[in-house]
Structures are given as structure tokens and as C-alpha cells.
């Protein structure tokens, strides 16, 4: 089990965390907020890239940072951003970062064959990288935190550059991971882990605001959710009273999805909120219109 307990972090003046309590087990856990909300903080001390201020994580009763690299050892680790040589092939890159976590290339190597075939990069194991897209790279680094079979893995916006195909597929592979292993994503895009958490951790104001089920965090909005059709015309005015989710034209009206919690009117059709409602509710610019 891996434990975040009372854990604060600040830079000088400005507090990016504060007093997080966090208790996770083997599954596949979201960790859901805007940019710059403190998602790459606590990641990166999760990975031991930086130190709390306060308070302390323990894996199993043990302090992380003490543990040092047999906590590393069962650690897989996918930064928002990471470094590769583009000179390098797949493989080549690989049997790199094996030789530097002393795995030998006998062993190695059917690994990376196994890990680049898994996240659909088979037919390229020899092809320089700088000659990749975007999310072609991005698979190079998610096969790169497998490599040793870790016991926790952690993605900080893995999804970067992916096309919808390879969003799915990636989905599926971290369904298959988290079966036998504590598996956490950071993202802002609720689609990549709604369908496929175990627990959503969303944090606001430099705290936590929810750890819980998809189906629990979305019951938060039962029956504050509608949609209507209105004139063009109307939009503006109805953006003024009410949080709007979700706008599209649609036979030349504007289909609204918005937030009401009083009593609504007749012609409004209440539809279930999904976790997307959720996060745009919660994270709502509040000088753009009030709640109702």
C-alpha cells in the first residue's frame, strides 16, 4: 500500500499542496485536475523527484525516501515530458535504459520486443525515432516505465499526442496493467480514465476535493443537470445565470447543457451527469456566471 500522509509542499511563499491524505492500493486510480492545480507536484513526489515539506509517503510502512532505490525498483515512472535520442531506435533506446537499471540484454531483449509490441510499435523497433510522431514517442515512453515490471506505475499526462485510435488502445493496456499492480494517471482529459478507474482523485485549491468512484462523484450533480434548446438570441442571457457545461448547434438552435439546482423549468430535460460535468462544474471560472 502506498500512503500520502499530511503532505504539503510549498516553493518559498506559495503552497502548491496542502495536507494531502492519500491511501492507494492495487488498481488504476485517475488523479483529474486543470493544469497548474498541483497534479505534477504531488506526482513527482510519488516518484521521489522532489520532497515534501511537511508529512511523508510510506510504501508498506516505510518512508519512501528512506527506502531510496528498492523503492525505485518497483517504481515505473512517465513524466509530462521525457528526454530520448532521436539517433536511437527503439530497441537501442531500451537496451539503454535496461543496461543503466542493470537488467542484462539477455534479458532485456525479449522484454522490449514484448513492451514495444504491447503498445503497438512492432513493426518499427529499428527506426530512428526522429522520424516518429508525437505519439509515437509517447509509446516509446510508456514502454520505457515497463521495463521493469514495476509494481507502481506512474503516468503524468500520457495521452499527450495520442489520435483517438491509440487513446483506446492505451486505455485497454492500462485496464490489462492495473490488474496486478497500483497503477496512477494524472491527466486533464476526463475520457482517458472515466470508463476505466478504479477511484478518481480531483484536487482543488490545493487540496483534495474528491477520492472516490466515477458513479459516487458524478451522484454529487444528481438532479442539477439539464439540457434545452433556445433561439440563438437567448444564449448570451442564459450564460449570464447559469453554468453552462456544453453548447452545439443543432436543425438552428443552441442545444445547452447547464447546471441548475433550484426548481426547473418544465421544458428542461434532466439527463445524468456524467464525470465531465463534474469537472467542468467544480473547476468553472466563478466571474463567468453564478449557479441557480
Keep these: 500500500m502506498l500512503v500520502v500522509k499530511e503532505v504539503s509542499k510549498q516553493y518559498g511563499d506559495f503552497t502548491a499542496l496542502r495536507d494531502i491524505q492519500l491511501e492507494f492500493e492495487t488498481g488504476l486510480y485517475g488523479l483529474l485536475a486543470p493544469n497548474g492545480a498541483g497534479k505534477t507536484t504531488l506526482i513527482k513526489m510519488l516518484a521521489t523527484l522532489l520532497y515534501p515539506t511537511k508529512g511523508e509517503v510510506l510504501y508498506n ?8 532505490s528498492s523503492y525505485r525498483e518497483l517504481l515505473g515512472y512517465l513524466p509530462q515530458q521525457f ?12 537496451l539503454y535504459l535496461s543496461a543503466l537499471k542493470g537488467i542484462s540484454k539477455k534479458e532485456a531483449l525479449p522484454k522490449i520486443i514484448e513492451l514495444l509490441d504491447k503498445v503497438a510499435l512492432g513493426d518499427v523497433v529499428n527506426k530512428k525515432m526522429k522520424k516518429f510522431s508525437g505519439g509515437m514517442v509517447q509509446r516509446v515512453g510508456i514502454a520505457q516505465a515497463l ?3 514495476p509494481k507502481i506505475l506512474i503516468l503524468d499526462e500520457p495521452t499527450a499526442g495520442l489520435d483517438p485510435k491509440e487513446r483506446a488502445r492505451f486505455r485497454n493496456l492500462l485496464t490489462d496493467l492495473a490488474r496486478s499492480r497500483l497503477v496512477i494517471v494524472s491527466t486533464h482529459i476526463v475520457s482517458d480514465i472515466e470508463s476505466i478507474a478504479n477511484e478518481i ?3 482543488k485549491n490545493q487540496q483534495i476535493l474528491y477520492k472516490d468512484s466515477v458513479e459516487t462523484i458524478c451522484g454529487t450533480l444528481d438532479g442539477a443537470v439539464f439540457e ?4 440563438f438570441e437567448q444564449l448570451e442571457s442564459f450564460r449570464q445565470d447559469h453554468v453552462l457545461l456544453s453548447e452545439k ?15 426547473p423549468l418544465v421544458d428542461w430535460l434532466p439527463v445524468q451527469p456524467q464525470l465531465e460535468d463534474v469537472f467542468l462544474y467544480e ?8 449557479v441557480q
Design 201 to 203: 482523485i480531483m484536487i
Design 283 to 290: 473547476y468553472r471560472d466563478e466571474t463567468n456566471g453564478t
Design 83 to 94: 528526454g530520448y535520442y532521436k539517433n536511437y531506435s527503439p530497441k537501442q533506446y531500451l
Design 228 to 231: 434545452t434548446s433556445m433561439e
Design 249 to 263: 448547434q443543432e436543425y438552428g438552435k443552441m442545444i445547452v447543457r447547464f447546471i441548475h439546482k433550484e426548481t
Design 61 to 68: 510502512g516505510n518512508n519512501i525516501i528512506d527506502m531510496d
Design 147 to 149: 521495463l521493469n515490471d
